[in-house]
């Protein structure tokens, strides 16, 4: 016997489906110290997420959704749960200008809404508003992240003001928001730890956002996406390569083969026993809060970033 | 057996039998940040893999601006 065979040792039990008892495994999830078949593993995303949105409060009855989508694995599969869990839910997809990625995010993006009958609110950067993020990057000499993140959050809350939606879903997942709340700790950033939640209530000028897939990991999501049949964009933004955020992810998940759990106990022991902590900040900021003359989105500066952003990369 | 990998795409030629921890393992990849795909279904560590097999291994890691 090949000794790359060998490894499993004898007195070791084959694997079972942890809810069903089945031999035919499809997914081990050493975090949860169990191995899932198919359709138990899909109930298991399905469960996560109905009750996370539960016991969060990020959805109520009759609350009409609007999912932010890009064509990825975690935003497709956060729509496609939210469908079979019975939600009113639109897409809305943002076209970025960033060359042949945003052609195949956009036509993945509406294969899947047509396949489902679902719809599709579309804003497009370079059409609606003349510039691209690349442009935004050379324009602003800062990294097309920078430029990409301000833009989405203003789009995503204007499409669902405009729209009349109660609620935005965005489809971070719990790799996600660890990264993120690594970052944070590393510099101690006390607005953005007080602002990490995965509810964000709604306040005047702003619908409420949530990020219901805060209990799955981003290996859950692929994992969801292949055993579903859904066609999403595999390969990376081309613009994210080498960011903070990946490298924070890959330190992680370093810790996290050493130590299965360690990410979930990082990133909900915050929420469960840290995040409070920082609440004043966040209700310090937004009592400073104004409108922006330009587009009336609720600001602290004189015009909102998004318009001052849009103004020199057309300008300039 | 052919294995498919990403960023960047190539495709690699290696001998079974193997596992899949051990296969990961000589290719020097974390197995947290990716799945292994054995036709239109997902296989796990202890998965055998022969000399006939196509397997794909995907990156699950993605990030950009949040």
């Not at chain 1, 109520?60 to 890009?70: E, F, K, N």
């Not at chain 1, 066609?231 to 370093?254: R, S």
């Not at chain 2, 006939?52 to 890691?61: S, Y």
């Amino acid at each position: 016997m090949s000794e790359r065979l060998r490894e499993r040792p004898s007195n070791r039990p084959m694997r079972k489906c942890r809810r069903c008892r089945a031999p035919e495994v499809v997914i081990e999830l050493r975090r949860h110290n169990a191995s899932f078949c198919r359709d138990c593993f899909l109930h298991h995303c399905r469960e996560q997420v109905s009750r996370t949105i539960e016991e969060m409060r990020m959805i109520a009855p009759g609350d009409r959704v609007l999912v932010a989508v890009s064509g990825g694995k975690d935003s497709l599969g956060l729509w496609d749960l939210l469908l079979g869990l019975g939600y009113d839910v639109d897409g809305l997809y943002i076209g970025l200008g960033i060359g042949d990625y945003s052609r195949e995010s956009g036509e993945a993006t509406r294969a899947f809404a047509a396949a489902r009958s679902a719809t599709l609110v579309e804003v497009d950067l370079p059409t609606d508003y003349g510039f691209d993020i690349p442009g935004a990057a050379s324009a602003t000499h800062r990294v097309p992240c920078s430029a990409c993140g301000l833009s989405k959050r203003h789009l995503f809350n204007k499409a669902a003001l405009d729209g009349g939606y109660d609620v935005v879903a965005t489809g971070h997942n719990l790799d996600d928001e660890a990264a993120v709340l690594f970052g944070n700790v590393l510099r101690w950033d006390r607005d953005y730890l007080g602002r990490q939640r995965p509810v964000l209530p709604a306040s005047p000028g702003f619908v409420r956002k949530v990020k219901p897939l805060v209990r799955l990991g981003e290996r859950e999501m692929a994992a969801y996406c292949v055993l579903t049949g859904i066609d999403y964009i595999v390969e990376e933004c081309p613009n994210a390569v080498g960011n903070k955020h990946l490298g924070y992810k890959e330190a992680l998940n370093a810790i996290e083969e050493q130590s299965p759990g360690s990410k979930a106990a990082f990133y909900l022991g915050f929420l469960a026993r840290a995040s409070d902590l920082f609440a004043d900040d966040t209700a310090a900021a937004a009592s400073e809060l104004r409108t922006c003359p330009s587009c009336g989105s609720p600001t602290t500066a004189e015009v909102c970033a998004f318009c001052k952003l849009v103004t020199r990369v057309t300008v300039t | 057996m052919k294995v498919r990998l990403r960023n960047p795409r190539r495709e690699l030629d290696i001998a079974g039998p193997t596992r899949v921890d051990a296969l990961l393992r000589d290719l020097g990849i974390n197995r947290e940040s990716v799945l292994v795909i054995k036709g239109d279904t997902l296989v796990t560590g202890d998965a055998r893999l022969d000399d006939a097999d196509e397997v794909e291994i995907r990156p699950v890691i993605s990030g950009g601006a949040t």
